[in-house]
């Protein structure tokens, strides 16, 4: 079963628009809400990261969305640029176990100039 | 902020060969380490946990015995692919949780491995 659903599968947007990419969760146990980038042949970056006591956290262009009731978070990329173009992976953790990462599938944003 | 170098960052070796890969936490110690596999346009795949001085704990369908992994301190943690086929091809990525990074988790760069 997988614990973390993630959509859309593949994004394309324009330079300067906006990319919106969601997730959903079924544990309630979980309490932390990363996300990650990652270009082609390296590791994952986190990007952004939120727990549950908050509804949103901006951090420059990027923004997590976060609706503990319907267990769903998703990211926004205000202003995307081409350099934004990479797969982007929502996960969550019972982080205060020190438990593992449970990921989405995955998305890749492509992003035309 | 807290790094984990991983290294080799990309091997190729021959069927039936083992093949040592490394990830190093550099700035803290790793009391628990993650080993990932992520084939092409896939999520990453946990394949075990270690907890450093402990055996790993597999993930169902992880062959322990093909991929060893060793802990041995809050520095390093190694996993070797023994007997290495084909099959075998595909991206290994480290992470490690350990103190003074909360709930954070860091990745190592990844290695590409590919047996020919």
């Known amino acids: 079963q997988q614990q973390v659903k993630q959509s859309p599968q593949s994004l394309i947007v324009q330079k300067g628009g906006i990319s919106i990419i969601n997730c959903a969760y079924e544990?309630?146990?979980?309490?932390?809400f990363p996300w990650y980038q990652q270009f082609p042949g390296k590791g994952p970056a986190l990007l952004i990261a939120?727990?549950?006591?908050?509804s949103e956290k901006k951090e420059g262009r990027f923004t997590i969305s976060f609706n503990k009731s319907a267990k769903q978070f998703s990211l926004h990329i205000m202003d995307s640029q081409p350099g934004d173009s990479a797969t982007y992976f929502c996960?969550?953790?019972?982080?205060?176990?020190?438990?593992?990462?449970?990921f989405g599938r995955g998305t890749q944003l492509t992003v035309w100039p | 902020g807290a790094v984990v170098s991983q290294h080799p960052s990309r091997v190729i070796c021959k069927s039936g060969t083992s093949v040592k890969i490394e990830c190093r936490s550099l700035?803290?110690?790793?009391?628990?380490m993650f080993w990932y596999r992520q084939f092409p346009k896939q999520s990453l795949m946990l394949m075990a946990t270690?907890?450093?001085?402990?055996?790993?704990?597999?993930e169902q369908g992880v062959e322990k015995d093909k991929f060893l992994i060793n802990h041995a301190s809050l520095t390093l943690s190694t996993l070797t692919v023994t007997s290495a086929h084909p099959e075998d091809s595909s991206f290994y990525i480290c992470?490690?949780?350990?103190?003074?990074?909360?709930?954070?988790?860091?990745f190592g760069s990844g290695t590409r491995l590919t047996v020919v």
């Open positions: 992470s490690a949780r350990g103190g003074g990074q909360g709930y954070g988790y860091t």
């Open positions: 544990n309630t146990a979980f309490d932390y």
């Open positions: 939120i727990r549950p006591d908050v």
């Open positions: 996960a969550a953790s019972r982080g205060s176990t020190l438990g593992r990462l449970y």
């Open positions: 700035d803290f110690q790793a009391t628990t």
């Open positions: 270690s907890n450093e001085g402990s055996k790993a704990t597999y």
